[in-house]
Nanobody
Framework: QVQLVESGGGSVQTGGSVRLSCVVS????????MGWFRQGPGKSSEGVAA???????TYADFAKDRFFISKDGPKKTLYLQMNNLKPEDTATYFC????????????????????RGQGTMVNVSS
């Protein structure tokens, strides 16, 4: 059974940084894409960043130049480094894995993935 568990969320002031982690347990065949998503209070979920199975990254416009997605393959861990955080970044962030039929901006849709975690909350105060 595949499980994804996020960690690293918390409270931070505007301009601060947070690093989120997502650990994958269980077996997923071959190399696979992974992504980060978020859902703010009263908002629908949106894609933040994703890595395809070759390691190429795709970012949402709001994430470019502030957020950085990376992966440690042997540790089966996905990271999201978030810098220069703003109050509008307040959200529950969750990760997802394995979107075999999608590339590029298509990976920024959570519905593309077979597995997802429960999320970790990030609160940015002004």
């Amino acid at each position: 059974q595949v499980q994804l568990v996020e960690s690293g969320g918390g409270s931070v002031q505007t301009g601060g940084s947070v690093r989120l982690s997502c650990v994958v347990s269980g077996y997923i065949y071959g190399t696979y894409s992974m992504g980060w998503f978020r859902q703010g209070p009263g908002k629908s979920s949106e894609g933040v960043a994703a890595l395809d199975q070759y390691g190429d990254a795709t970012y949402a416009d709001f994430a470019k130049d502030r957020f950085f997605i990376s992966k440690d393959g042997p540790k089966k861990t996905l990271y999201l480094q978030m810098n220069n955080l703003k109050p509008e970044d307040t959200a529950t962030y969750f990760c997802a894995a394995d979107a075999p039929h999608y590339v590029g901006s298509g990976m920024l849709s959570a519905d593309a993935y077979r597995y997802r975690g429960q999320g970790t909350m990030v609160n940015v105060s002004s």
